[in-house]
Nanobody, 124 residues
Framework: QVQSVESGGGSVQAGGSLRLSCAASGYTASGCMGWFRQAPGKEIQGVAAIYTADGTPYYADSVKGRFTISRDSAKNTVSLQMNSLKPEDTAMYYC??????????????????RGQGTQVTVSS
């Protein structure tokens, strides 16, 4: 089965940190890989993406300076280090491959191989 497998979510207090990991299963985590999130009652939104070839990252304004996306091509994985977490970061976080030129724009309608997600809960 071709999908992304996310892990590393949990519950933390505001100001805390979490590190999410994404393993590409059945495909190569190449091109552009991204993280997306969906809070209850809200639409899914892009969080961060990275061109795996050169490591160029892109971030949503809401997470710039707090989140860092990275990739390990040898392990076929992508990670998201989340620091200074806020209650508004609470959401289900998904990893997916982003199609072609849409990496910088974090287009949620241009993704594939999205996984089941990992829950992040930040309490105040």
């Amino acid at each position: 089965q071709v999908q992304s497998v996310e892990s590393g979510g949990g519950s933390v207090q505001a100001g805390g940190s979490l590190r999410l990991s994404c393993a590409a299963s059945g495909y190569t985590a190449s091109g552009c890989m991204g993280w997306f999130r969906q809070a209850p009652g809200k639409e899914i939104q892009g969080v961060a993406a990275i061109y795996t070839a050169d490591g160029t990252p892109y971030y949503a304004d809401s997470v710039k300076g707090r989140f860092t996306i990275s990739r390990d091509s040898a392990k076929n994985t992508v990670s998201l280090q989340m620091n200074s977490l806020k209650p508004e970061d609470t959401a289900m976080y998904y990893c997916a491959q982003v199609l072609g030129i849409y990496c910088p724009t974090l287009r949620v309608d241009k993704i594939r191989y999205r996984g089941q997600g990992t829950q992040v809960t930040v309490s105040s």
